[in-house]
């Protein structure tokens, strides 16, 4: 190592709490405990889906779908929910239909030997086609009250989707680093053919990151969906660059062979302390995806650098 | 001597521990083994030998399981066997060093040395996928310390590891399953004479212990100092395998170009 990644991991760092300081300059409501908690909850759902989308980054796939899914699946707990399914098989039916989904895709890409990026986009546009055409455009309403604990509950002084989010990003480090699905993932994103030859089954690693990128995704969908009280077929729309860019930023190698989830948790923090802070300061949102667009280009120039810097096998 | 080829290759059939018949491999087209035979017999070093693009390699992915053979047969103890992938040659005993070396750049070395079957924790006598670490950490660090190399952290990315430690990584990765078959493909092509050295005392070690080996060089002064017999391929066929006793290096470099003794 990673005198490089340290050093990334540090400046992203400092550059949260600059950004921290600049805000609380600019406004006086940025820097209350009240805020604090906001920032938490925009970027739970970052998180969420950043985590899946770290595995999936890992072995030198993407996954374009992951906002697509976001919505199908909420869409399709939202029916279930207005059916009268209860709120446990509710929920369990929408991050089951994000798995399926994320299943589709890993089959395409493992068993069909499609390029990922080419699978996932493809999903993308039908997945969000699906929720369109299913609910007609308009927004499922009037969903139970008790789902809303789940955007917008509270668990002691943190908020649940918080809480729920510190949950994943615990469950995929322990994963990543402690178990053989975690190394077996990291292999074939380095090498392949090299991990085939020692016996890893590439192919079923490959499916299983894409269910698990697709059951996140569909898990923040339930956080969004209890939020608004509210499932709409846009949600989730441009998230894929806002998930891609936390992940690359935080260290996570386009190149494969490596995942970092707090990295990724760094990189939605901040993302998420920009989009709330220039909202305060009244940024337009749209100004939002110009920082992101750039930040990300950024990331990605510093993953070539980091990989130039070392010699590669 | 082309009449010894013969001769030994009736002999071998009887105390051969894998023997390949009739070996076929194209690609796209072009073929790569053309009915190549190999035999090799229990406890010896059997050195391959042949012109880039002899077909060397592509005979021992054939063996670990790699590549599938278009046409023959692969015997074990004069049993015939099918290997369909890398996880059938391991089960059967058979480890492989590949000429790439087939590592992971960006996992770190113990993670390297246990791609694939990892050792892991059982939790109130219940298996789990969970890794003991220190396990592996310490095992890798005592197979390591067997080759002469005591200086490496097991916790370090391949990627940063020279040439030569990294070949000692995929030769220990090789020995911590204790293979009754070795196949070493140009094993010593990226190190240091000193390591050299060492690597090719280990390889007679493993001898000593019982293990067969078949090992790829292109060095003939290399394939005199560890084989007992060699194998020459051209073109995709053994065209000659016999005891090395009794010859010198030129014998075996004008089989390799001329194509005949
Ligand atoms: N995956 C492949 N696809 C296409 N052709 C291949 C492949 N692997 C090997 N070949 C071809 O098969 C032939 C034999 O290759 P092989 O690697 O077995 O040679 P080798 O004897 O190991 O040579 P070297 O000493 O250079 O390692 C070569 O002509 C090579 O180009
Ligand atoms: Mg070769």
Redesign the pocket.
């Given at each position: 190592m990673k005198r490089f990644e340290r050093l990334q991991r540090l400046g992203l760092f400092i550059f949260l709490v600059a950004m921290c300081l600049f805000f609380s300059f600019m406004s006086p409501y940025f820097a209350t405990w009240e805020n604090f908690t906001n920032i938490l909850v925009q970027s739970a759902v970052l998180i969420i889906v950043g985590a899946g989308v770290t595995l999936v980054i890992a072995t030198a796939g993407i996954d374009l779908s992951i906002g697509s899914i976001l919505a199908l699946s909420s869409i399709i707990m939202a029916a279930a929910l207005k059916a009268g399914a209860g709120l446990f098989a509710g929920v369990a039916l929408g991050i089951l239909s994000g798995a399926v989904m994320g299943l589709v895709n890993g089959l395409g890409v493992a068993g069909l030997g499609i390029s990922p990026f080419i699978v996932t986009l493809g999903a993308a546009g039908i997945y969000r086609a699906l929720a369109l055409i299913f609910t007609d455009a308009r927004p499922i309403y009037g969903l139970p009250l008790d789902l809303r604990f789940w955007g917008t509950g509270s668990l002691g002084p943190f908020p649940v989707s918080a809480v729920i989010a510190f949950a994943v990003v615990l469950a995929a480090s322990l994963l990543i680093a402690w178990t053989r699905f975690g190394v077996n993932l990291r292999a074939v994103g380095d090498n392949p053919q090299g991990a085939f030859r020692m016996g890893v089954p590439i192919r079923r690693v490959l499916v299983w990151v894409y269910v698990l990128s697709g059951a996140a995704a569909a898990l923040a969908g339930v956080v969004v969906t209890a939020r608004l009280n509210t499932a709409e077929a846009i949600a989730g729309l441009g998230m894929e660059l806002e998930a891609i860019a936390a992940v690359v930023m935080g260290g996570t190698s386009f190149f494969g062979g490596e995942a970092s989830i707090s990295g990724t948790l760094l990189g939605a923090l901040i993302i998420g302390t920009l989009a709330n802070g220039l909202t305060i300061i009244n940024v337009p949102s749209y100004y939002q995806q110009l920082v992101i667009g750039i930040v990300f280009i950024l990331a990605v120039l510093a993953d070539r650098i980091k990989r130039r810097e070392s010699n590669i096998i | 001597m082309i009449n010894q080829t013969r001769e030994t290759a009736g002999a071998l059939m009887a105390d051969a521990l894998v023997q390949l018949k009739g070996i076929e491999?194209h690609?796209?087209g072009?073929i790569?083994?053309d009915r190549a035979e190999l035999a090799l017999r229990r406890g010896e070093i059997l050195g391959l030998v042949?012109?880039?693009?002899?077909?060397?390699?592509?005979?021992l992915?054939i063996i670990s399981g790699v590549?599938k053979k278009d046409a023959g047969e692969i015997l074990m103890e004069g049993q015939a066997v099918r290997i369909n992938s890398p996880v059938h040659s391991r089960g059967l005993g058979i480890e492989m060093v590949y000429?790439d070396l087939s590592l992971c750049g960006s996992l770190n070395v113990w993670e390297n040395i246990f791609l694939g079957r990892y050792q892991t924790r059982s939790f109130f006598k219940m298996p789990s996928p969970v890794l003991d670490k220190r396990k592996m950490i310490k095992m890798t660090v005592e197979t390591m310390a067997s080759l002469g190399i005591r200086r490496l952290d097991a916790n370090a990315p391949v990627r940063n590891l020279s040439g030569g430690e990294q070949q000692a990584v995929a030769i220990c990765r090789c020995l911590l399953f204790h293979p009754r078959v070795i196949l070493l493909?140009?094993p010593t092509a990226s190190m240091a004479l000193k390591e050299r050295q060492k690597v090719l005392e280990l390889v007679r070690g493993l001898k000593e212990r019982g293990r067969s080996i078949i090992m790829?060089t292109?060095n003939l002064e290399e394939l005199f100092q560890v084989a007992d017999r060699a194998a020459v391929?051209k073109e995709?066929r053994a065209i000659w395998q016999g005891p090395l006793r009794g010859l010198k290096p030129d014998d075996v470099a004008r089989m390799m170009f001329v194509g005949k003794a």
């Open positions: - | 491999k690609f796209s072009k790569a083994l042949g012109d880039n693009g002899a077909g060397k390699s592509t005979m992915k590549l000429q493909d140009e790829v292109h391929f995709g």
